[in-house]
T-cell receptor
Framework: AQTVTQSQPEMSVQEAETVTLSCTYD???????LFWYKQPPSRQMILVIR??????QNATENRFSVNFQKAAKSFSLKISDSQLGDAAMYFC???????????FGAGTRLFVKA | DTGVSQNPRHKITKRGQNVTFRCDPI?????LYWYRQTLGQGPEFLTY????????KSRLLSDRFSAERPKGSFSTLEIQRTEQGDSAMYLC???????????????FGPGTRLLVL
């Protein structure tokens, strides 16, 4: 069975600085998708960025980028130029290419200091 | 706003009562998911629909829980004889791609927060 592990329950970053959130996963499949979702306090969960496993190039969305290491089964999220609005729970998630179920990690709470 | 709506946003009920939640997904998406999320945890899969067919149910979904999607559009999740352990956020997610984005993903609603007293 696939699992997703986020080993950092909480992280803190100074405004305008860069922070990296860690995620590892376990799977025996070769074709899958990885996601990072953001859930602000009392607000909707939104998709931040995604990565297709068959692509070697790391995905980037504005200030958000990933470091995808397929062999190591690692999928970290880097947030550059952190803003107060980045404060939220961040969930790493996995879905196999042919599957219907998305598996979520336990989340990392990010605090942004002014 | 992802385009997925859920009602009500909050529900407080007494133990033993029945509750029903509604989810309206993005209209072009034929897959719909229900998740449960407790404080400080990630969403846990409950069930999912492909159009009106319920194709998978988690072991978390006891026989007190029932979900429907009668016309392949909106979905309802009913909990009968609620227990205090049912207190959680219930999330609905619409699955598909959006215009201009070929990769399918899950788009979540705002959730219904249930408190069972």
């Amino acid at each position: 069975a696939q699992t997703v592990t986020q080993s950092q329950p909480e992280m803190s970053v100074q405004e305008a600085e860069t922070v990296t959130l860690s995620c590892t996963y376990d799977t025996s499949e070769s074709d899958y998708y990885l996601f990072w979702y953001k859930q602000p306090p009392s607000r909707q969960m939104i998709l931040v960025i995604r990565q297709e496993a068959y692509k070697q190039q790391n995905a980037t969305e504005n200030r958000f980028s990933v470091n995808f290491q397929k062999a190591a089964k690692s999928f970290s999220l880097k947030i550059s130029d952190s803003q107060l609005g980045d404060a939220a729970m961040y969930f790493c998630a996995y879905r196999s290419a042919g599957g219907f179920k998305t598996i979520f990690g336990a989340g990392t709470r990010l605090f942004v200091k002014a | 706003d992802t385009g997925v709506s859920q009602n009500p946003r909050h529900k407080i009920t007494k133990r033993g009562q029945n509750v029903t939640f509604r989810c309206d997904p993005i209209s072009e998406h034929n897959r719909l998911y229900w998740y449960r999320q407790t404080l400080g945890q990630g969403p846990e899969f409950l069930t999912y629909f492909q159009n009106e067919a319920q194709l998978e149910k988690s072991r978390l979904l006891s026989d007190r829980f029932s979900a429907e999607r009668p016309k392949g559009s909106f979905s309802t999740l009913e909990i009968q004889r609620t227990e205090q352990g049912d207190s959680a956020m219930y999330l609905c997610a619409s699955y598909g791609s959006l215009a201009g984005d070929p990769i399918a993903a899950q788009y979540f609603g705002p959730g219904t927060r249930l408190l069972v007293l």
